[in-house]
């Protein structure tokens, strides 16, 4: 039975990339206009103070402060972590005219030690998602709905995780290159950054750029 719904899940996501690529007709960027929802403006000030204040606490090894103080704006543990950033579930109270039925927030995190180089501290690729979502607004990426200037936070909506082999992420590569013209991505996707968003496979972690020094 999970081999069964794994074929039928990488058939559904095979299919949904070829249909991506015969609506979009040509080799070009495609831009989504959709109207974005918005972070509630109390919401996102209480971020501002939190955000800041948790990547010092995380830069000073200090986690207990860091848990305390994202308690004041999440809810649970991290559903996610990864080099330079964590990923909590955001509450469904502070998003105003809400368009999609779940969102995440990407808590900066520094690396003490400079192990993987500036384009892996978690304020870079905030900053570098947000600017890559504000340029291309490619349907291919799962959009960026608010971020802090800083770096410290960004809100984006929740994915679900799609069971992927390498194959459907080398085709699904190609198209985003072909699509949202972003060769710096190709080198760092993997299967878990791969999301179905209505119904649709889009690229949730687009924040590293190996130019970034």
Wanted: charged letters at 30%; aromatic letters at 6%; hydrophobic letters at 35%.
């Amino acid at each position: 039975m999970e081999r069964l719904v794994l074929k039928i899940n990488m058939t559904l996501f095979q299919s949904t990339v070829m249909l991506n690529k015969h609506a979009s007709g040509r080799v070009s960027s495609t831009k989504s206009h959709a109207k974005l929802s918005a972070v509630d403006s109390a919401y996102r000030d209480e971020l501002d103070r939190v955000g800041k204040a948790q990547y010092g606490a995380k830069r000073r090894r200090d986690q207990a402060r860091v848990r305390r103080l994202r308690s004041r704006v999440v809810d649970g543990p991290a559903i996610g972590s990864g080099i330079g950033r964590d990923v909590y579930s955001l509450p469904s109270d502070v998003i105003t005219d809400p368009t999609y039925e779940s969102y995440v927030i990407k808590f900066a995190s520094s690396d003490p030690r400079d192990t993987f180089g500036q384009a892996r501290n978690g304020r870079m690729q905030n900053r570098t998602e947000a600017r890559i979502w504000k340029q291309t607004r490619c349907e291919l990426l799962v959009p960026v709905v608010d971020a802090d200037p800083r770096g410290y936070w960004l809100v984006m909506p929740a994915g679900e995780r799609i069971p992927t082999e390498m194959r459907a992420v080398e085709q699904f590569t190609e198209q985003l290159i072909a699509q949202c013209e972003l060769e710096s991505l190709g080198t760092d996707i993997i299967e878990q950054d791969i999301v179905s968003l209505d119904g649709t496979p889009k690229l949730c972690d687009y924040g590293y750029n190996p130019e970034n020094r």
